[in-house]
């Protein structure tokens, strides 16, 4: 019986860890997301299928792209939608925004 016990805590403590990263998104591969709120060199987010804000660095060498044009962070309005590329530090690296939903 303990066994038992023992072994669902394991399977379900991996769980919430991967379930836990793969919202933030983090690891270099692009996410989509939903813009929040932008200022201090700071993005809050909320990635698709979940209402939770995440707030992130933006790496000061990011690349910005607004409706596929180079852009600057503060351009980037609430609403907008984008695909996020964010490191193993889950700083932002890349950000493609969108100002109508493609």
Same mark, same amino acid.
């Given at each position: 019986?303990?066994?038992?016990?023992?072994?669902?805590?394991?399977?379900?403590?991996?769980?919430?860890?991967?379930?836990?990263?793969?919202?933030?998104?983090?690891? +270099?591969?692009? %996410?989509?997301? #939903?813009?929040?709120?932008?200022? $201090?060199?700071? @993005? *809050? /987010?909320?990635? !698709? +299928?979940?209402? %939770?804000?995440? #707030?992130?660095?933006?790496a000061? $060498?990011?690349k @910005? *792209? /607004?409706?596929? !044009?180079?852009?600057?962070?503060?351009?980037?309005?609430?609403?907008?939608?984008?695909?996020?590329?964010?490191?193993?530090?889950?700083?932002?690296?890349?950000?493609?925004?969108?100002?109508?939903?493609?």
């Amino acid at each position: 019986m303990m066994y038992r016990i023992s072994f669902l805590t394991i399977v379900a403590a991996a769980l919430v860890v991967l379930t836990g990263l793969s919202q933030g998104g983090a690891g +270099g591969k692009a %996410q989509e997301a #939903t813009v929040v709120k932008v200022g $201090d060199s700071k @993005i *809050t /987010l909320t990635f !698709k +299928g979940s209402d %939770q804000k995440h #707030t992130h660095d933006v790496a000061k $060498d990011a690349k @910005i *792209t /607004l409706d596929d !044009k180079k852009a600057k962070l503060e351009e980037l309005k609430e609403g907008f939608h984008a695909n996020v590329t964010i490191d193993d530090k889950f700083v932002v690296t890349k950000i493609d925004a969108h100002s109508k939903k493609k």
